[in-house]
C-alpha cells in the first residue's frame, strides 16, 4: 500500500499573527482608567496608530537588544517638546507682543473694532503642534466680536483644515461665552505655502458629510506667511513677518535647482535695499520685548542663536542680508565642490571643521561679512591649486 505523500508546505501562505490587545492591557498592570484611556485613542485613531505600532513591531525584530518603549517616550517627549517650545514662541510673536496683527485681520474682514488686545485668557484647544490664541473685541456698534487665530508651523496640515475649522466652530457655538458673537476664524501657515497660492484666501466650506460636527457652512482666512514680501510688510505695518520673508527665500533656494538660484537670492535682498528707509523707521518703532520676541523667531526659522547684543535694532537688516549672503555663498561654494567632484576625494574633516566655526564666527558678529567672503576666497584658492 503506497502511502501518501505529505502536502508541500513550501507553498503555503503564511497567516501574519494578531494581537490580543485587550489580553495585553490586560496584563500590563495598568488601572482599568489607565486601559479605558489607552483602548480609546487606539480605536480613534486606529489608522495610523496600527501603522506606526506595525512599524514599531517591524524594527523591533532587527535589534538585537531589548527595545526599551518608555526611554524611546521620553526621547520623543523631550525632542517633541523642544519644538513646542519653539512653535509656541511663534505664536506668542504673531498674537501678544504685535497688536499689528489683530488690526491686520480685523482690516481683513472690514470690522472696525476697538480694544482688540483684551486677550481670552485660554487657549481653546490644547492639541500638540497647534497653537490657538483667542481675543475679543468690541466693533463701533458695541457688539462683541471673538478673533481666533490659529497657527501652522507647515503647510502640509492644510487637507485637514476645512474639517478642523468646522469643529472648532460646532465646539465654540456650545460654549456660552461664545453665543450670540460674531467670529472671526484666522489660520496662518507660518512656512511651506505653495507659490501659486494667494497671500490671503478667502475660504467658504461646506462638507458633504452626514457627521453633525462637520456640517453646515463657514467662512474663514488663510494668511500664508512665507508669501508675505517687503512691500507687504512695510504697507501693512507687520513688522514681524520680517523674519519670515528671509526664511521663505532660503527655502524657495533649497527647493531649487542651482540653476535657478542666481535670480532668487536677489530678490529679497533688492527689496531690502529699495525700502531701506522704511524699513528703518518701522524697526526703530520696536519695544524692546518686541525685539525679544523676533530674536526667537530667528531662531526658530533660521535656526541661529544671536545674542542680544549682536541681534537689535541697528543690526537686524544687516542680519537678514548676512543670512541671504551667507546662503549663497553655501550655493557658490557648493558649485564649485560639484565641479570638482571626481577629481578630488572632497572636503577633508579638518577644512569641514574650519568652515563650520567660521559660519560660527559669523553668526555671533565675530566675523563681517567681508572677512567671510575673504576666507571663502581664500579656501577656493586651495581648491584650484589641488
Not at 473685541?137 to 485637514?160: Q, R, T
Request: aromatic fraction near 6%; charged fraction near 35%.
Amino acid at each position: 500500500m503506497m502511502k501518501k505523500t505529505p502536502p508541500s508546505q513550501g507553498h503555503l501562505i503564511k497567516q501574519p499573527v494578531v494581537i490580543d490587545l485587550i489580553k495585553l492591557l490586560r496584563n500590563s498592570k495598568l488601572s482599568e482608567n489607565e486601559q479605558g484611556i489607552v483602548k480609546r485613542r487606539l480605536l480613534e485613531n486606529k489608522k495610523s496608530f496600527g501603522k506606526v505600532l506595525q512599524d514599531i513591531v517591524m524594527q523591533a525584530k532587527q535589534e538585537t537588544g531589548t527595545v526599551d518603549m518608555p526611554e524611546s517616550l521620553k526621547q520623543l517627549e523631550k525632542k517633541e517638546g523642544k519644538e513646542i517650545r519653539s512653535f509656541d514662541a511663534i505664536a506668542k510673536v504673531l498674537s501678544r507682543e504685535f497688536p499689528q496683527l489683530l488690526q491686520f485681520i480685523l482690516e481683513e474682514y472690514e470690522v472696525e473694532a476697538e480694544k482688540t488686545q483684551a486677550l481670552i485668557g485660554r487657549e481653546f484647544i490644547a492639541i500638540k503642534r497647534i497653537a490657538d490664541v483667542i481675543f475679543e473685541a468690541k466693533d463701533k456698534k458695541g457688539n462683541e466680536v471673538i478673533i481666533h487665530i490659529e497657527f501652522e508651523s507647515e503647510y502640509k496640515s492644510d487637507d485637514k483644515m476645512d474639517q478642523r475649522k468646522l469643529e472648532y466652530r460646532h465646539l465654540m457655538e456650545m460654549d456660552e461665552d461664545y453665543q450670540g458673537k460674531m467670529i472671526l476664524c484666522n489660520v496662518f501657515y507660518i512656512r511651506g505655502s505653495p507659490e501659486d497660492k494667494e497671500m490671503i484666501e478667502e475660504r467658504q466650506v461646506k462638507l458633504p458629510t452626514s457627521d453633525p460636527r462637520y456640517s453646515g457652512e463657514l467662512k474663514y482666512k488663510a494668511y500664508h506667511l512665507s508669501l508675505m514680501n517687503i512691500e507687504t510688510i512695510i504697507n501693512r505695518n507687520l513688522p514681524f513677518l520680517l523674519p519670515f520673508v528671509v526664511e521663505s527665500e532660503l527655502r524657495s533656494i533649497n527647493d531649487a535647482s542651482t540653476s535657478k538660484t542666481t535670480g532668487l537670492m536677489p530678490s529679497v535682498q533688492k527689496q531690502i535695499d529699495e525700502h531701506e528707509a522704511a524699513l528703518k523707521q518701522m524697526i526703530d518703532a520696536l519695544t524692546d520685548d518686541q525685539m525679544e520676541s523676533l530674536r526667537n523667531t530667528v531662531e526658530y526659522l533660521w535656526g541661529k542663536s544671536y545674542s542680544k547684543e549682536v541681534f537689535n535694532k541697528s543690526t537686524l537688516l544687516t542680519l537678514m542680508r548676512e543670512q541671504l549672503n551667507f546662503r549663497q555663498k553655501d550655493i557658490q561654494w557648493g558649485i564649485r565642490e560639484g565641479k570638482t567632484e571626481g577629481k578630488t576625494e572632497g572636503k577633508t574633516e579638518g577644512r569641514t571643521e574650519a568652515l563650520n566655526v567660521a559660519k560660527l564666527m559669523l553668526q555671533e558678529g565675530e566675523l563681517t561679512t567681508e572677512q567671510m567672503e575673504y576666507f571663502l576666497e581664500r579656501m577656493a584658492k586651495l581648491d584650484e591649486k589641488k
